[in-house]
């Protein structure tokens, strides 16, 4: 027998397929509905309704970040760089390449500005 919130909770998500982004009661729902869809947009007031929530611009980085912790093994630098928009000087900065050096390099003619 099903519980009130899982009666609810299939007759909202059956209306996905008749509802459009326009329908959603909000403005942010609206967006929300037009950026991932209906179906999910219900399933975000299903479960956080109530919740206010902020997501940060940062976010993406923060994800490609912890992607590039997870995935890097030390012979596919170039091709996560390629796969997520990014340069190679930043997976090696995310990921600390042990033997790299991390300083900045110094240019032939500041070597000869210094006295001997």
Not at 11 to 36: C, F, G, H, V
Not at 73 to 95: F, K, Y
């Amino acid at each position: 027998m099903q519980t009130a919130r899982e009666r609810e909770e299939e007759l909202l998500l059956s209306l996905a397929t008749e509802l459009n982004p326009e329908d959603m009661p909000s403005d942010t729902l609206q967006w929300a509905a037009k950026a991932i869809g209906v179906a999910p947009c219900l399933r975000l007031i299903l479960e956080l309704s109530g919740i206010t929530f902020y997501i940060p611009k940062s976010a993406k980085t923060m994800l490609k970040k912890m992607y590039v912790i997870k995935k890097f093994d030390g012979s596919n630098l170039r091709s996560l760089a390629h796969q997520l928009g990014l340069a190679e000087r930043t997976i090696r900065d995310w990921t600390k390449v042990p033997g790299e050096n991390n300083q900045q390099l110094s240019l032939p003619f500041e070597a000869a500005k210094k006295p001997l």
